[in-house]
């Protein structure tokens, strides 16, 4: 039976133990039951204490391993520090990386419904040249850009059709494929989970739409993938501008860019904490808060936790298989 949930505990150097410990004090004992940390039980140990949160913590080697329930449960990965809030990067790095393999590898079994991980800096992947969404895309060998990056809120979800790269690179990522593809991805998601065909809102890449000029990304990608999705009877509606969509966002239950920030920084600005970021395409559900490391909060007790809460929550009541 697939109910056992894979926590990635992130960046060391992070405010992610405090929104795990925060986090886990609003969580059901039912549900403690079937957390599995991928962290290194020492390191949480002393992050831990010196934040003074009280909370055990215990390094386990299966998802079969019995404990008490208000013990945290870490599948353990070796990490060199000396403060734990100052691992240097080389050493971040190796310990991110090694995590996120041991996730991939225990999501795909029978018992697991998929992972969560905490907030990663970027650049302890820089030797990947991606970002988690991309890394986990590659270890599931699935095609390059066919994995969608979708941040999701009940009332209204975002995605960027080109994720983690330069701005100077986006028109000549964009193709009329990679965006029939991923909105495609999205309508099934949604038909099959929600069982609801999703109205969907599609930006053009220049401000007014590039005025529709005959060379402009609009005429040449976007309205051509718009045209070939309305024959698949998908429910899209675009190229939309950028400048007032989300103004009126409510009309849509998701709204495609073209690239990260032109939807994810008005969305964040609507919905602050209240939304996960999911990965579609993998072979399993992988979900992670929508906010980065926050180092300037570690132990001010300040940090928000609940993104990381309505992660957990959205997997325990997931039931898909594959996303």
């Known amino acids: 039976m697939k109910n056992k949930i894979i926590l990635v505990s992130g960046d060391p150097n992070s405010i992610n133990s405090e929104i795990i410990y925060k986090s886990w004090k609003k969580l059901k004992k039912s549900l403690k039951k079937r957390i599995f940390i991928v962290s290194n039980a020492h390191l949480l140990t002393q992050q831990f204490k010196k934040l003074k949160f009280p909370i055990k913590v215990v390094e386990v080697n299966n998802f079969d391993q ?16 000396k403060n734990p809030f100052k691992v240097n990067k080389k050493n971040s790095s190796k310990f991110v990386i090694d995590c996120l393999n041991y996730a991939h590898k225990l999501a795909l079994s029978n018992n697991s419904l998929g992972i969560i991980n905490c907030p990663i800096n970027k650049n302890l992947l820089k030797k990947q040249k991606i970002g988690v969404t991309e890394f986990l895309a ?13 941040i999701y809120n009940k009332k209204l979800s975002v995605s960027p059709v080109t994720t983690h790269i330069d ?18 991805k999205i309508n099934s998601w949604y038909i099959h ?41 998908i429910s899209i509606f675009g190229p939309l501008v950028t400048d007032t969509i989300f ?14 920030d032109q939807v994810l920084t008005p969305f964040k600005t609507l919905f602050k904490f209240d939304a996960i970021n999911i990965t579609l395409g993998l072979k399993y559900f992988r979900a992670s808060p929508d906010h980065g490391t926050a180092i300037s909060l570690i132990g001010k007790n300040k940090a928000n936790y609940f993104s990381l809460l309505n992660s957990i929550n959205f997997l325990n009541n997931f039931k898909n298989e594959v996303c």
């Open 193 to 233: 989970n929600f069982k609801k065909k999703p109205k969907i809102g599609i930006l053009g890449l220049n401000p007014h739409n590039g005025e529709l000029r005959k060379n402009s990304e609009e005429k040449k990608k976007i309205i051509p993938a718009i045209l070939k999705l309305k024959k698949l009877k």
């Open 247 to 260: 103004m009126n966002g409510e009309d849509y239950d998701v709204i495609v860019g073209m690239y990260h």
């Open 167 to 184: 701005l100077k690179d986006v028109s000549k990522k964009i193709t009329i494929p990679l965006i029939v593809n991923k909105v495609i």
């Open 138 to 150: 590659k270890k599931c060998k699935i095609r390059k850009d066919t994995e969608v990056m979708l």
């Open 66 to 81: 019995k404990i008490k329930v208000d013990s945290l449960k870490v599948l353990n990965v070796d990490i060199a520090f």
